[in-house]
């Protein structure tokens, strides 16, 4: 790409010469809905086949001792999920018989597996605008009960009675606009569509609605327990917009086999969500809305992004296989050239990926690029192609926009000059007026429905476990293998400061022995988030006798791994999600390894964990996944992964809680030592159940 050029590239067969032309030309720049006038900006055409320099998010993290070693592990990982979706379709009868599994899949990471139930909407109007060639109507609806969507439909203010309009479900992006909500600030679309012919629902987010939520949880918010309950905003976007189709097929006017959907940023994003999900949208133009894994992670893109861009990667797909779900519906993918958080590298390879995949279906035609000069942003060129690619597919009329720069959002990012004054379209006038059963506030704590796990009959233990053994390999764990492979020694440190391992490629931990035994019978290993260089707790000396031979553990992130960890953005945990797992699942995976090390080491003697606290947590899974693990002493482990300082594994309280997995160690020895006891109640049912009431040791 030329230095300081943009580039417009109309690569599908219906973008005709006199669009070609219109390329050159000085008008207005639009983002978040604020127009300027200020800059003339030359676009020129070119080809996305020569390859782009890779454009990262800031430098990388290298003030503590892990940051090199982890942030190389996860782009190696990155790059392996991306290669290894490449090309992997060659026949579209192969990419349908894959389909079913990858809408499962799909929803499964939304936090949408399986499907809620669609209850009534009851969706209310109230308020209305009349702008003499068209119509505001303010509404509400409910996309799950007491899950409250603010939206404004814009319609034609004369509509034939006979007569079918498209649909069109406009999504917005991360703008501000407090208690009037960020559909405001997109309101000059709705105007288009409206005097265009079209039905145009504009719907607020989740976090920057009328009743607000939170995108940020893990971006900024702390709330890591979103991963154990599989919640990611990114879902509540994709229902709330799979019910405002719903809303737009119940409108009279509304023709429901010509539904669209488009939006910027977080709108683009949600466009990607909502098309995937629903074969109902027949057009979708998503503005700034995708980059991929290479370019999230080890360009650290994922940083400029809060939690609603992304879903939780537990099937570990190739980011692109998401609006690859999209084909061969007709399909417009919108960038700008200078969008720091959807750069041009990650542009080239989404488009490309998607091409390869229409042309599998005879249909290139239908999917089509456009890369407009600039930053994160609306300009001219976006708002006439998005209108124009409508227009060609729902109204068979490919020719020239010429009106879209009429009633934009004019004025500065700080004093927005609007068409509608924001206030005039809220659809809660007053505070008072919020309903009092509204969810939007917690609906992170409820939107994924926890497991409910029964304790089961004796007979039917082993099946139980198995099941449930089988579900946590499948959503928290999808990277680890049948086996974890032993770890490796790779360098002696002295005595006292112990081995350096490497428990998976690319990934070192310390191992210290702290005492040996000549007539050694077992193992010991003791789990310690406070590093091996603060040796063993003294608590330990009541579970452990002269014949062991122990050894501290410290795992990955800990110690002298430890990596830079900065609130926001949270790069290293956030990153790990995008890759089908957490950091914790991670140090389970140390521990487990480090057993494995340890027992070939010692001519395959039983290994005993000790953990405290959270330290514990991983231990009970390192047994569960692990091979070398025979029996454990834990002493307060958290009760729950709903808290947010607790170990958190993806999905995991979609499968069973911290008390469940415990008994699922049955029949291994187990001394658990904790103060309330209560929760853990379960678990000793667990054990009774599994014919080893007696291996379980509860103690104060």
């Keep these: 790409m030329m230095s300081g050029v943009g580039v417009v590239v109309l690569s599908g067969l219906r973008w005709n010469l006199p669009l070609m032309k219109r390329a050159f030309f000085s008008g207005p720049l639009e983002w978040s809905g604020v127009a300027h006038k200020s800059c003339t900006w030359l676009l020129v055409f070119a080809s996305l086949g020569s390859p782009l320099a890779a454009q990262s998010l800031g430098q990388a993290d290298r003030g503590e001792p892990g940051d090199a070693m982890i942030h190389n592990y996860l782009r190696t990982e990155a790059e392996k999920l991306e290669d290894g979706g490449a090309d992997a379709f060659k026949s579209v009868d192969a990419w349908k018989q894959a389909l079913p599994r990858f809408r499962q899949e799909y929803f499964e990471m939304l936090g949408l597996w399986p499907l809620p139930t669609k209850s009534p909407l009851n969706a209310t109007v109230t308020g209305s605008l009349d702008r003499g060639d068209y119509v ?14 603010t939206a404004n439909l814009y319609r034609p203010a004369m509509i034939e009675p006979s007569r079918r309009l498209p649909g069109i ?3 917005c992006g991360h703008s501000s606009r407090p208690r009037s909500g960020n559909k405001t ?6 105007i288009w569509f409206a005097r265009h012919g079209y039905v145009c629902l504009m ?9 607000a939520g939170i995108h940020h949880g893990t971006y900024r918010e702390g709330r890591w327990s979103w991963l154990s309950r599989g919640y990611t905003p990114a879902g509540v976007e994709c229902w709330n917009g799979i019910r405002g189709l719903d809303y737009l097929m119940s409108r009279p006017e509304v023709d429901p086999a010509r539904l669209g959907v488009t939006g910027i940023s977080g ?12 074969e109902r949208v027949k057009v979708s133009v998503p503005v700034s809305g995708m980059a991929d894994l290479r370019s999230y992670i080890p360009n650290r893109v994922i940083n400029g992004h809060c ?18 779900l999209i084909a061969p519906r007709p399909l417009l993918f919108v960038n700008s050239d200078l969008d720091s958080i959807f750069p041009m590298d990650a542009n080239e390879r989404v488009i490309n990926r998607l091409e390869r995949l229409y042309s599998l279906f005879g249909a290139g035609d239908l999917v089509d690029s456009l890369v407009s000069v600039g930053g994160h942003e609306y300009r001219r060129d976006i708002r006439q192609a998005t209108y124009r690619f409508f227009n060609t597919y729902f109204k068979n009329d490919p020719s020239q926009v010429l009106d879209s720069e009429v009633d934009l959002v004019t004025g500065t990012r700080d004093q927005p000059v609007h068409p509608i004054p924001p206030e005039q379209l809220r659809v809660f006038p007053r505070d008072s007026d919020i309903p009092k059963d509204e969810r939007n506030t917690r609906i992170d704590q ?63 931990v310390r191992l210290r022995p702290i ?8 193992i010991v290993i003791v789990v310690s988030a406070a590093g091996v260089d603060s040796g063993a707790p003294g608590w330990i000396d009541d579970f452990v006798n002269e014949h062991d031979v122990i050894y501290v553990c410290e795992p990955r992130g800990f110690g002298s791994t430890t990596w830079t960890r900065k609130n926001p953005p949270n790069y290293v945990e956030r990153a790990h999600y995008l890759l089908g797992r957490t950091v914790d699942s991670g140090r389970v995976w140390d521990v487990a390894a480090t057993g494995s090390y340890l027992t070939a080491r010692h001519g395959n003697l039983p290994v005993h964990l000790i953990g405290e606290k959270n330290d514990a947590v991983l231990a009970v899974y390192a047994a569960l996944l692990g091979d070398a693990i025979a029996s454990l002493t834990l002493r307060e482990p958290p009760s729950t992964h709903a808290n947010d300082s607790a170990p958190q594994l993806l999905n995991v309280l979609r499968v069973c809680d911290i008390p469940e997995a415990v008994g699922m160690l049955t029949p291994r020895p187990v001394t658990l030592v904790v103060g309330d006891q209560a929760p853990f109640q379960k678990t000793a049912a667990l054990y009774r159940a599994g014919g080893a009431g007696d291996q379980l040791i509860l103690r104060r």
């Excluded at 600030?185 to 709705?190: E, L, N, R, V």
């Excluded at 719907?203 to 009743?211: F, N």
């Excluded at 709108?267 to 629903?278: E, L, N, P, R, Y």
């Design 136 to 149: 505001v109507e303010l509404l509400h609806y409910q996309s799950r009960p007491g899950l409250y969507v």
């Design 169 to 171: 479900l406009y999504v």
């Design 185 to 190: 600030a997109y309101q000059s679309h709705g």
């Design 203 to 211: 719907v607020d987010t989740l976090q920057l609605g009328e009743i």
């Design 267 to 278: 709108g683009g994003a949600a466009t990607f969500w909502i098309a995937a999900a629903d």
């Design 307 to 324: 939690d609603c861009m992304f879903l939780y990667n537990a099937h570990q797909w190739p980011w692109t296989r998401i609006a690859e």
């Design 446 to 508: 409820e939107f994924v429905p926890a497991a409910q796990v029964d304790v089961p009959g004796v007979e039917k233990f082993g099946a139980w476990r198995e099941e449930l053994l089988t579900q946590l390999r499948r959503l928290s764990f999808p990277h680890f293998p049948k086996r974890i492979p032993a770890a490796t020694a790779t360098k002696e440190e002295g005595r006292l400061n112990g081995v350096l391992i490497e428990t998976e490629p690319g990934i070192t």
């Design 515 to 522: 005492r040996p035994s000549v007539t050694a019978t077992r």
